[in-house]
């Protein structure tokens, strides 16, 4: 005000932008996790919070005005998770986390770009493309043992083991889950070795 530098008042406006995207975003992944660490339990089925899906629509409209292209991929993900996880549709979720991976891949964001890909494998095998499921999983592995994520490897591979069994490679997925559980094991990752004796009783008498 003293100065006239009226140039600052625009940065501020962008500083404060980013914090409120940032802040949108964390806030967005808290219900999200609310929302697992629910489903996970013994009480009853939880129910989406109304307030999910508009933090993470705000932090994209922010991320895309402030042409933070790392940030608008991992909140699209976000948004493409919702409707996966939460909705159950797959319809509405792929087209967020297409759009997701593409800018994480421009970004060299690999973390999201990996879970993106997770999800894109879960629909696929969903809508029965295993082959397309089984490239989608086996690349976000890829990637997330490039960045030492050898938990969320495991996890993959649970999923690699079921499409095995469903292309009636049975040999491939009990060999899979094993390779999953001694990973699981030493990651000390307790919910996917949970994941894999869940897999080996479901494959018990499958050919």
Request: charged letters at 30%; a negative charge; proline letters at 3%.
């Given at each position: ?24 975003l964390a806030r ?47 909140t699209l ?131």
């Open positions: 005000m003293y100065n006239g530098d009226v140039g600052a008042l625009a940065e501020a406006d962008r500083d404060l932008d980013a914090v409120e995207a940032d802040t949108a967005g992944r808290i219900l999200h996790a609310r929302f697992l660490s629910g489903r996970a339990g013994d009480g009853p089925a939880p129910v989406e919070d109304p307030a999910e899906l508009p933090l993470f629509t705000r932090a994209a409209e922010l991320y895309r005005a402030l042409g933070d292209v790392r940030g608008e991929a991992e993900f976000w948004i493409g998770c919702l409707h996966q996880v939460i909705r159950r549709d797959n319809d509405s979720a792929v087209p967020y986390l297409e759009r997701s991976c593409r800018l994480a891949a421009q970004t060299g964001d690999k973390p999201t770009r990996a879970e993106a890909l997770r999800h894109l494998g879960i629909a696929a095998h969903t809508a029965g493309r295993l082959d397309e499921a089984r490239e989608r999983l086996e690349e976000s592995s890829g990637l997330r043992r490039e960045i030492g994520a050898l938990p969320g490897v495991a996890a993959n591979m649970v999923g690699l083991a079921h499409i095995a069994a469903a292309q009636s490679r049975r040999a491939d997925a009990d060999a899979i889950l094993d390779e999953a559980d001694a990973i699981a094991q030493s990651q000390g990752a307790s919910a996917i070795v949970r994941q894999i004796e869940r897999a080996r009783a479901d494959f018990r008498g499958v050919t």
